[in-house]
């Protein structure tokens, strides 16, 4: 989230400024611009990411079979995906709902999201069927950041200098005339 208070006449409106989502751009806001149209294909693009990545999956165990590894690392290599996958999803699907309370953490997971990549393409996919992924939580930023501008911009709005003119005149106290300026 950008709070932007650029000077008139720059080209950019004043105000923060909604933050892109990945393939989205930011129709998230008013859901313009082909936002269903981006949805669906970006519903398919998850699914069949998915759909792909499993087949390569199976290559790659057939490859253990072939290479004749035995039973038991084959059972290992399902239960790493299948476990490295339902964490990736997990953690997928928390990531568009609240930013992380510990990024450290996070980046010690990377390596079993990358693992579990099927989780994480299914989590897209799934969450493509309610909003655009991440778009709730950057919504509620965005709201917040516009609150908080509004909120600003408010309270300081007029000249202080005439606000402490006035202010002395309604005391009853006098202003003081200015001096003319010497050559």
Not at 61 to 69: K, N, P, S, T, W
Not at 75 to 94: G, H, Q
Request: glycine fraction near 12%; charge should be positive.
């Amino acid at each position: 989230m950008s709070e932007n208070s650029e000077a008139p006449g720059t080209g950019a409106a004043p105000g923060p400024h909604p933050e892109p989502l990945r393939f989205f751009g930011t129709t998230w806001v008013d859901h313009s611009g082909g936002y269903g149209l981006r949805r669906v294909g970006a519903a398919a693009g998850s699914l069949a990411a998915a759909v792909a990545s499993c087949f390569v999956l199976r290559f790659a165990f057939q490859g253990l079979e072939i290479a004749d590894v035995g039973s038991f690392v084959g059972i290992l290599v399902v239960l790493m995906f299948a476990i490295c996958s339902a964490v990736a999803f997990r953690k997928t699907w928390e990531g568009f709902g609240r930013r992380p309370a510990d990024p450290e953490r996070e980046a010690s997971l990377r390596g079993i999201k990358t693992i579990g990549f099927v989780g994480s393409l299914l989590a897209y996919f799934f969450r493509t069927f309610r909003e655009a992924p991440g778009e709730r939580l950057h919504r509620e930023e965005y709201e917040a950041a516009v609150a908080r501008y509004e909120k600003r911009r408010s309270t300081r709005t007029g000249n202080p200098a005439a606000r402490k003119q006035n202010r002395s005149a309604k005391q009853g106290g006098t202003t003081r005339p200015k001096r003319p300026k010497r050559p």
